[in-house]
């Protein structure tokens, strides 16, 4: 059994305490948490399960380190806080362990990521013999290996589109969905999603991702955007109300260009209410949805319609970015130490978890 630590028991760090405790290779060895409130508690409680665990909460991160875990699942966000996230996962990665963890985009594509990203993660993984593979969702498996695998079904291939259509109400994430993304915010101020390379940088490594498999060059990466404004105050359930005429939905590409055309296509329309731009593209439900399109002969479209915790869909989504990073600690732990990106480390079928019973 792998000795794996939980750091972080947000949105994702819940989906990663059950993931650990259902994979057969693992066992859960410490949780990390910021908040005074939750030291001392059970991970089984604060993962939302029926039943205690036996581990107990700690903010004590040195010492849990000083244990020399052999992996620890990274799920603190690093949306507004980079520098420290970095900081974090680096102190892990010296430390001798497997990191996994969604929350440095620029180190998804790390052949890719500023110096002053990958060098601390490279002095890291020289220093203590750790490793480190960064991915989720989106960014992530619904714009690497999801598109990658159908883009193989085809015959010829005109242009990969990746969607991701969220009605974000259902994200419990108010500071990153009202400042980060900007819904309910006046139309005059720009979200920091939307500031000009913003975009690229969450999203660009995806892109070359894409581009490096499928063996082509990018001419250059583009970014496009486009904001609606509610047309109607309306009060969500997760996030309160959100008034007339600020902003309600968003809808912006990030686009590899191949000899002069878009053909590597990232795109979201984002809402926070169905009744905002209606004449976007929605989901099958109104909730949300990933999909991706293949633009060729044969024309493929796969929608892929996630939930947890209580049929949430962005609960859903954080879930399947955890069982692709848990899956993949087992793996890491063979491996030599380093840097891993999602061409590197294979999603792999759910071996030993078949009939188990759900935590």
Not at 128 to 134: D, E, N, P, Q, R
Not at 181 to 187: D, E, L, R, S, T
Not at 333 to 359: C, F, I, M
Request: glycine share 10%; with cysteine; net charge negative.
């Amino acid at each position: 059994m792998i000795p794996t630590v939980v750091w972080g028991t947000g949105n994702v760090g819940r989906a990663a305490i059950r993931a650990v405790e259902a994979h057969p290779a693992l066992v859960l060895t410490a949780v990390i948490v910021h908040n005074p409130g939750k030291v001392g508690r059970d991970a089984g409680e604060l993962a939302g399960l029926d039943r205690r665990l036996g581990v107990a909460a700690t903010d004590d991160a040195t010492a849990v380190l000083a244990a020399r875990p052999a992996a620890v699942v990274y799920a603190a966000s690093g949306d507004v806080r980079p520098d420290d996230a970095l900081t974090d996962i680096t102190r892990a990665i010296a430390a001798g362990a497997v990191v996994v963890s969604p929350a440095l985009y620029p180190l998804y594509d790390h052949r890719g990521a500023p110096p002053e990203f990958r060098d601390p993660v490279l002095a890291a993984v020289a220093e203590g013999g750790g490793s480190l593979f960064a991915s989720g969702v989106d960014p992530g498996w619904g714009n690497d290996v999801l598109p990658l695998l159908l883009s193989g079904l085809g015959s010829t291939v005109d242009v990969i589109r990746c969607q991701e259509i969220f009605d974000y109400s259902t994200y419990d994430q108010p500071d990153s969905v009202r400042h980060l993304v900007g819904m309910g915010q006046p139309m005059d101020q720009e979200p920091m999603m939307l500031m000009p390379s913003v975009p690229t940088m969450v999203w660009g490594g995806q892109i070359r991702m894409m581009a490096r498999a499928l063996g082509v060059e990018l001419d250059e990466i583009r970014e496009t955007s486009e904001r609606r404004a509610l047309d109607a105050t309306v009060t969500t359930r997760t996030m309160g109300e959100f008034e007339a005429g600020t902003q309600g939905a968003i809808r912006f590409e990030v686009q590899g260009i191949v000899e002069g055309e878009p053909r590597i296509v990232i795109e979201h329309v984002t809402r926070i209410h169905p009744s905002c731009a209606p004449d976007w593209p929605t989901p099958p439900d109104g909730s949300g949805a990933h999909r991706v399109v293949i633009e060729g002969r044969p024309r493929i479209e796969v929608t892929v319609e996630c939930t947890d915790e209580d049929d949430n869909r962005s609960a859903g989504g954080n879930a399947t970015a955890v069982g692709r990073l848990v899956g993949a600690i087992d793996w890491l732990v063979e491996a030599e130490p380093g840097l891993y990106d999602a061409l590197d480390v294979p999603l792999r079928p759910a071996v030993g978890k078949l009939g188990r019973k759900q935590p």
